[in-house]
């Protein structure tokens, strides 16, 4: 609510299962914390547009602007081709990748793709890519499974048109 400044239905939803919720935010936290905010709106972008989660890419691609990221790079992570995007840095095209190579082949022969966001960004921070896709995987599911409209419409919708 403090961050986006309106309760969701996702939440409303999910509030039934305060047990379940509780666990589910405090991992949405622990993320924010093992990675920095550029490469956790790339992950959080890619997977919501691959899962068509209209839901929470509206609302990603407005916390990107809030943090400054600009319309440009949200567009550029949005078009999912890492290897024809200038704006985006080595570190988030290579947690692109991953996280496109996770949720397309389900996670099975991704072992390039994690090599390279090791090499890119460590570790520690390549296994935070992999439970973030796993968390918006969860958050694509649960959101489309109960046909949820986005409580915003998208940065990139003109008035009109």
Do not use: C
Not at 49 to 57: H, S
Not at 102 to 122: F, K, P
Not at 135 to 141: G, K, N, P, S, V
């Amino acid at each position: 609510m403090e961050r986006l400044g309106y309760l969701g239905e996702f939440f409303q939803y999910s509030g039934a299962l305060p047990d379940v919720l509780a666990p589910y935010m405090e991992m949405t936290e622990a993320l924010k914390q093992a990675l920095p905010d550029r490469l956790t709106e790339t992950g959080a972008l890619t997977v919501a547009r691959l899962m068509g989660n209209a839901y929470e890419l509206h609302q990603h691609e407005r916390l990107s602007v809030k943090r400054g990221f600009g319309e440009d790079w949200v567009a550029a992570v949005e078009r999912l081709s890492p290897d024809d995007a200038p704006l985006l840095s080595g570190k988030e095209r290579a947690v692109q990748r991953l996280a496109m190579a996770m949720v397309e082949r389900r996670g099975v022969g991704v072992s390039r793709e994690i090599e390279v966001a090791i090499e890119q960004v460590g570790a520690d921070q390549a296994l935070a890519v992999m439970f973030l896709v796993g968390r918006y995987i969860t958050h694509a599911l649960i959101v489309n499974g109960l046909e949820l409209q986005p409580p915003v419409p998208s940065i990139f919708e003109k008035l009109g048109s």
